[in-house]
């Protein structure tokens, strides 16, 4: 079983449409994150969290929210999805607990917005 | 602006031989760095970092090297291998365990 988990893996929705991207994980990390990637780019953050309580903006958090559910579960919301949004979303978790930890990565879910 | 940046988009090498990717940044804050894989239809993968004290860090068949005054990384795979064929992102972050700033990706082939 995959540590990080998000579900679904593919979505196809219409311009305008709530949606909502789930990653769940079984590392024990507190610190959680959401980035997108389009083609040609790295990958770019949208939201973090460091704990339950604490949610933080990334670098192109416009037009999404977030929810730290429990310690292993943070859901990303696009309250009205636009085509432009259209990409590959990739949450990752990390340990926290000291210097130098690396983040872990999930599958990634691909959503298509017409 | 992209504070990271990898400057070629892909490199083709032969199997056996040594792959050479490189990163440079331009934030002089940035003290850890990173190395992650990607396989397509996977999600990056951790291969190796270093912290700015540090200007090499081997693992196995990789290498980083960190240059602080060229503000410039480079991860070193020898011998290649065809399944080292992937996209290859450099990242980096300020402080580590704060958010992480990659590269466009440099897709490597290792042909037989």
């Known amino acids: 079983d995959a540590d990080v988990t998000q579900t679904p893996r593919n979505r196809i929705t219409k311009t305008g449409k709530r949606i909502m991207l789930e990653c769940s994980q079984t590392?024990?990390?507190?610190?959680m994150y959401w980035y997108r990637q389009d083609p040609g780019l790295g990958l770019r953050l949208i939201y973090y969290?460091?704990?339950?309580?604490?949610?933080n903006k990334g670098e192109i958090s416009d037009g999404y929210s977030v929810s730290r559910q429990a310690q292993a579960k943070f859901s990303l919301s696009l309250e009205s999805a636009i085509p432009n949004q259209t990409a590959l979303y990739f949450c990752?978790?990390?340990?926290?607990?000291?210097?130098?930890?690396?983040?872990?990565f999930g599958d990634g879910t691909r959503l298509s917005i017409l | 602006d992209q504070q990271v940046k990898q400057n070629s988009p892909s490199l083709s090498v032969q199997e056996g031989r040594i792959s050479i990717l490189n990163c440079d940044y331009t934030?002089?804050?940035?003290?850890?760095f990173l190395w992650y894989k990607k396989y397509p239809a996977e999600g990056p993968t951790f291969l190796i970092s270093?912290?700015?004290?540090?200007d090499k860090n081997e693992d196995g068949r990789f290498t980083v090297f960190l240059n602080k005054s060229a503000k410039h990384l480079s991860l070193h795979i020898v011998p290649s291998q065809p399944g080292d064929s992937a996209v290859y992102f450099c990242a980096a972050s300020i402080n580590s365990g704060y958010a992480l700033n990659f590269g466009k990706g440099t897709s490597l082939l290792v042909t037989p």
């Open positions: 990752a978790t990390e340990a926290g607990t000291g210097r130098d930890q690396p983040q872990h």
């Open positions: 934030n002089s804050m940035f003290d850890y």
């Open positions: 590392k024990g990390h507190d610190r």
């Open positions: 270093i912290s700015s004290i540090k």
């Open positions: 969290s460091f704990d339950v309580k604490d949610i």
